[in-house]
């Protein structure tokens, strides 16, 4: 009997002490609980929104197949791999394929902490309600873009702009396009009119009024909102803070690039052998054929096309984007051809 009881007050203590630790959130790393609680965590969080990872068009894969952007190779404009055949060029692409199911996760990991970011800004009590604006802006951007990325590839897809519980996210369907893009653009308005022109500092890379204004112009041309895009591309130009090459302030829109914290670019693949690359790939005749001529017209149409010399006469983007043959290149005169 003495020991029995003595087992019941164990078990019973046991129990009490269980229970309460389950409740506790860890003391040596931040949770989803504790988290936002101040201007430094938040500003955290925004950084993690502008990971390589989530920029289809700037991440760069790492490992198998070297560093190229996810989607790269996979078009009519350039190969890889030495002419070896990918996933669409064969025919075998499905929803299986890695590209596909990791372009999803990562857009829906990015809608996620954007979601999470923008509901917990009221947790920052010390954090002014001008900052609050500026990252909620940034957020809105990031989720709008993820979507925009979403219905371009997929078409209707699950749409939600606030945390889910299990059987919520169990439970969530594809919703129409149209009302998912008729939300990303209520998402970009807010960001035009809440993000600056600009930033003072050159350090990470936050999104922009002008970022704004060309990602909602690029999905409405995508969707065949022309008009609007037409306004939209055109007030970004109004800006007047953007200029083509040599000055350098084409870029409207780029993820930060750290060796510290290990964002960094390989550009190797596209490298001749002798200058350290690989050569594991290059422009494709698609791509060099759909430069026209100064005359303005086609290959296959102007007079000034020489088969013999393809980059003579041409666009001057032509070899701004191909390397001419028996030109210096990486400190090597350019011959692809067999016999050099």
């Known amino acids: 009997m003495k020991y029995n009881k003595l087992s019941y007050l164990f078990m019973a203590l046991f129990f009490f002490y269980s229970c309460h630790d389950l409740d506790l959130n860890p003391l040596s790393e931040g949770s989803s609980e504790n988290w936002y609680s101040d201007e430094n965590e938040l500003n955290m969080s925004l950084n993690y929104l502008f990971r390589t990872q989530f920029w289809p068009s700037m991440h760069f894969n790492q490992g198998n197949g070297g560093d190229l952007p996810r989607w790269k190779g996979y078009g009519d404009d350039d190969f890889l791999a030495r002419g070896t055949l990918q996933f669409v060029s064969d025919g075998t692409m499905n929803g299986q394929t890695s590209i596909v ?105 936050y999104a922009t009024k002008g970022a704004a204004l060309a990602m909602k112009a690029r999905i409405a041309l995508y969707m065949g909102d022309y008009q609007l895009a037409r306004d939209a591309a055109l007030a970004c130009m109004n800006l007047g803070v953007y200029n083509l090459h040599p000055n350098s302030n084409e870029i409207i829109f780029g993820t930060s690039r750290s060796i510290e914290l290990k964002q960094v670019i390989n550009v190797r693949e596209m490298v001749s052998r002798n200058a350290g690359g690989w050569s594991n790939g290059g422009p494709s005749w698609e ?48 011959q692809p051809h067999p016999d050099s």
């Open 287 to 334: 791509l060099l054929a759909a430069f026209t001529c100064t005359d303005g017209l086609p290959i296959d149409e102007s007079p000034l096309f020489d088969s013999h010399n393809p980059f003579k006469n041409r666009d001057p983007r032509c070899t701004q984007t191909i390397v001419e043959f028996q030109t210096p290149w990486f400190g090597y005169i350019y």
């Open 101 to 205: 199911t990791s372009t999803w996760n990562y857009a829906y990991i990015a809608i996620a902490s954007a979601n999470t970011l923008i509901d917990r800004l009221d947790n920052a009590d010390k954090m002014s309600e001008t900052k609050k604006i500026e990252y909620e802006a940034n957020a809105r951007f990031v989720r709008a873009s993820q979507y925009a990325e979403l219905i371009f590839r997929y078409g209707d897809v699950p749409f939600y702009t606030s945390k889910l519980s299990i059987d919520e996210a169990l439970s969530l369907t594809r919703t129409d396009k149209n009302q998912i893009l008729k939300e990303i653009y209520s998402d970009y308005d807010f960001a035009i009119n809440n993000l600056p022109i600009s930033y003072s500092s050159q350090g990470f890379h």
